[in-house]
T-cell receptor, first 115, second 112 residues
């Protein structure tokens, strides 16, 4: 069974440029998460989807970040414009259900460097 | 009250030794305590998890010990191997709240 797929794996951009990350969750997983992970720290939740609905985006900086999950499968996270402080690894995870005890499966992440 | 405090930040253990990582929490509503393992360039992967109705859970060389009264839980890696070198995260959540609360992580190095 294929795991969570993310692309690109690495992205280097100049500040103020836009950037987008793509995630394909495990087939059949209804819940999708986007996390931000800074070096040496645990993941921080940005947004959670149940099917195509964003059920928790309270920690998403909405002035520059946006996300979508059309048709309840693939998802895209966008930053526009990027700032130096956005340099981090962006992780996508999925789970079969949305309960707190449901195992989350993570993709390899996209490492973003903003110059 | 939502925090999970993890220690140590880094740990060096000789091959064959026991690695011990500790976590503490405050929110008594937490009822699910997973440990995730993360290798460089990879996303975290579930290693082992425990519910508070048991004090210990063992899977191979990995054991979680849980102390409900102290609100602490720990990961023990027996016969540590160089391939265990990774960053380990504890976390906590509850059935009523989907959100995983993560510890800060422990970078484990097993010396051959």
């Amino acid at each position: 069974e294929a795991g969570v797929v993310q692309s690109p794996r690495y992205k280097i951009i100049e500040k103020k440029q836009p950037v987008a990350f793509w995630c394909n969750p495990i087939s059949g997983h209804n819940t999708l998460y986007w996390y931000l992970q800074n070096l040496g720290q645990g993941p921080e939740l940005l947004i959670r989807y149940e099917n195509e609905e964003a059920v928790d985006d309270s920690q998403l900086p909405k002035d520059r970040f946006s996300a979508e999950r059309l048709k309840g499968v693939d998802s895209t996270l966008k930053i526009q414009p990027a700032e130096l402080g956005d340099s981090a690894v962006y992780l996508c995870a999925s789970s079969f259900e949305s309960g707190g005890t449901d195992t989350q499966y993570f993709g390899p992440g996209t490492r973003l460097t903003v110059l | 009250q939502q925090q999970v405090k993890q220690s140590p930040q880094s740990l060096i253990v000789q091959k064959g030794g026991i690695s011990i990582i500790n976590c503490a929490y405050e929110n008594t509503a937490f009822d699910y305590f997973p440990w995730y393992q993360q290798f460089p360039g990879k996303g975290p992967a579930l290693l082992i998890a425990i519910r508070p109705d048991v004090s210990e859970k063992k899977e191979g060389r990995f054991t979680i010990s849980f102390n409900k009264s102290a609100k602490q839980f720990s990961l023990h890696i027996m016969d540590s191997q160089p391939g265990d070198s990774a960053t380990y995260f504890c976390a906590a959540s509850s059935d009523s709240n989907y959100q995983l609360i993560w510890g800060a992580g422990t970078k484990l190095i097993i010396k051959p």
